[in-house]
């Protein structure tokens, strides 16, 4: 569905696309995540074609970006991070205007906004002003407004910012929804749990490079095995400490509050050693279990936390 | 029959501008400001008069008084109109989600200017029952009117399209008012300043340098019914130079010249616009066209001196 090569983007000499290289398979919902400059919004608004690369090329469904804005654009729903709606006009009307700017039929228009306004839960505030919305609403509305073409790729940038807990989670529902319904969407998020439960792929930016990208599992794998060892002790956290640096090669003692989480890329044999040990040693251990890294110690991983 | 369907962006600024209650309170105040100028004109002929009733010159004389405020608040509104369409999508930001629908440039910047100037023309056209105040005086053919109205249109449409400009080079919408206001006083007072210097450098230039067309005064004045366009010539400040008479074609008239000039500014300011609003339009192309086209002949000239420090 989206193929991009060596793509770039430059604002005069802060690059904020770099070289980046990506694939997205059809029916896969791609994760985007970075810190703040990063690039993700940047890559967004090019696959858009609302903003032309410095260098590379990217393709959506076989159609070159950069050549065929008019095609992408009948190809791609975008959701802005930050967007503004038209207050004066009601939420039908706002939906047919966009539904119209499409070169949609009137007919055709009629029936689309019915099922979408049904789909995004906003039917019985189909005759209410824009201006009248909760924010929540607002947001509802704006993915209802990318949807309103039939997009086959949807562009996502940070759908739930700013949303209470409950929209957020409406949100995610209605993602699943799409996801459900077999469209490729690519999303940004900072809201990382969020996103390892929704996306099939995830990719990591930094500094506009792509510092990772890959299926969940791949990713989990890439990063240090992707597991991490959980203890918890009642008492002598300092001789626990000793005996978990002995076998980990720990430069500091990892207990806090006499609980320690620790990267961990041994096999099971070793889980037994250590805990054997730390029995035979007399130390009280309360718990003892294994846990895999989830998306944002991964993130915390990779990224070095530099924006430019 | 078939529907007359409207551009989407025609049709919500259609909707968007005539749904609140601004819209007739502004209709009403612009007729407002041209009853009174009408009836305060009339009052101080009739306080003046040795006479009751009213001479044959007050029917021009109203007309004459009525044509140039009405181009001056043409002058005035259009530019609140138009020098914040794009500006103001920018900061409501809802611009990028225009762009991103099927709606060409091309499409969005003239029909943004064309939802503008039609509110500019519901202006002037309700403005006529004024002008047949003037017919009952007599002493104005209908064909003048015409090509008065013809003026406002052309005037409007030129400060609109300089409007639309500014809003698509300027983010602020402040600053794009600002900037279109500034231009419309140099076309309204600064080309004056420039031709009365001319006229001072060479006394015997018989003629009105051709940047004086480009002022809507000098067409609205090029207008006017018989021995008032001269007058108004005269106290335009240009004494008793003969209108048209350097231009190379002086059959034509000073509004004719103005049309001209006017369609050429227009033309050149919404190509400009439109160039400047498509992200990614023939323009960029154009550029990357270029940048690649450098960066090849960069490649070709490195595999020169490859092949010259290493030959065969």
């Known amino acids: 569905m989206l193929r991009i090569e060596n793509l770039s983007k430059k604002y005069g000499k802060l690059t904020a696309v770099d070289n980046l290289s990506l694939h997205v398979e059809s029916g896969s919902i791609f994760g985007l995540v970075g810190p703040n400059g990063a690039g993700k919004t940047s890559t967004m608004k090019i696959l858009a074609a609302l903003l032309a690369p410095t260098a590379g090329r990217a393709w959506i469904a076989g159609e070159e970006v950069s ?109 699943k929804e799409l996801k459900s ?128 | 029959m078939k529907r007359l369907v409207l551009n989407p962006v025609l049709d919500k600024e259609f909707r968007s501008r005539m749904r609140t209650w601004k819209s007739p309170l502004l209709i009403s105040l612009y007729l407002g400001v041209l009853a009174l100028i009408t009836l305060g004109y009339y009052w101080t002929q009739q306080q003046s008069a040795f006479y009751a009733g009213f001479g044959p010159e007050v029917g021009p004389q109203i007309y004459v008084t009525l044509t140039i405020f009405q181009l001056m608040l043409v002058s005035f509104v259009t530019p609140a109109f138009t020098a914040g369409v794009i500006s103001g999508e920018r900061e ?27 509110y500019i023309l519901l202006l002037i056209i309700s403005s006529l029952p004024f002008f047949s105040v003037v017919y009952f005086f007599g002493g104005v053919l209908l064909s003048e009117i015409g090509q008065v109205f013809l003026v406002y249109l052309m005037t409007s449409l030129t400060f609109g399209a300089i409007g639309v400009f500014c809003s698509t080079v300027f983010r602020k919408t402040q600053v794009s008012v600002v900037v279109t206001y500034v231009i419309v006083f140099f076309f309204l007072a600064g080309t004056v300043v420039i031709t009365a210097f001319l006229a001072s450098v060479s006394p015997n230039f018989s003629g009105l340098p051709l940047i004086a067309y480009l002022n809507p005064v000098v067409a609205l004045f090029s207008t006017f019914p018989g021995s008032f366009s001269q007058e108004m010539f005269m106290s335009f400040g240009v004494g008793g130079r003969v209108v048209g008479a350097n231009t190379p074609a002086s059959n034509l008239l000073p509004w004719q010249y103005n049309f001209i000039g006017d369609g050429i500014i227009i033309v050149l300011f ?36 490859k092949s010259e420090a290493h030959p065969g």
């Open chain 1, 67 to 175: 050549t065929n804005p008019a095609r992408i654009r009948q190809l791609v729903g975008y959701m802005p991070d930050f967007f503004g709606v038209y207050d004066d006009l009601k939420v039908e009307e706002y939906l047919d205007f966009y539904a119209a700017s499409y070169a949609m039929p009137v007919r055709e228009r009629r029936m689309i906004i019915g099922d979408l306004l049904e789909l995004v839960d906003l039917s019985h505030k189909r005759y209410a002003y824009v201006d009248s919305l909760s924010r929540g609403m607002k947001q509802r509305l704006c993915l209802a407004r990318s949807l309103v073409h039939d997009p086959s790729l949807l562009i996502l940038d940070e759908p739930a910012s700013g949303l209470d807990p409950r929209a957020r989670v409406e949100m995610r529902e209605l993602l």
């Open chain 2, 92 to 118: 409501r930001q809802t611009l990028d989600l225009l762009i991103c629908t099927r709606l060409s440039a091309t499409s969005i910047i003239l029909n943004k200017l064309l939802a503008s100037i039609a």
């Open chain 1, 181 to 308: 319904m077999g469209k490729t969407i690519i999303i940004s998020s900072h809201i990382l749990p969020e996103l390892s439960e929704l996306c099939t792929h995830i990719g990591i930016m930094e500094m506009g490079k792509l510092v990772i990208s890959g299926t969940n599992e791949e990713i989990v794998h890439h990063t240090r095995g992707g597991r991490t060892l959980q203890i918890r002790v009642i008492d002598r956290a300092e001789e626990a400490g000793l005996i978990l640096q002995d076998e980990l090669g720990l430069a500091e003692a990892p207990f806090f509050n006499n609980s320690a989480v620790l990267p961990f890329s041994g096999d099971d044999e070793d889980l037994n050693r250590i805990l054997t040990r730390m029995v035979a040693s007399g130390i009280p251990v309360a718990s003892f279990s294994e846990g895999s890294n989830n998306l944002e110690d991964i993130f915390m991983q990779v990224t070095k936390g530099a924006v430019q």
């Open chain 2, 270 to 305: 919404l190509i400009l616009a439109i160039i400047l609003l498509d992200p990614v339009g023939r323009f960029s192309r154009l550029k990357q066209l270029f940048r690649r086209k450098r960066k090849v002949q960069v490649e070709i000239d490195d595999e020169e001196i």
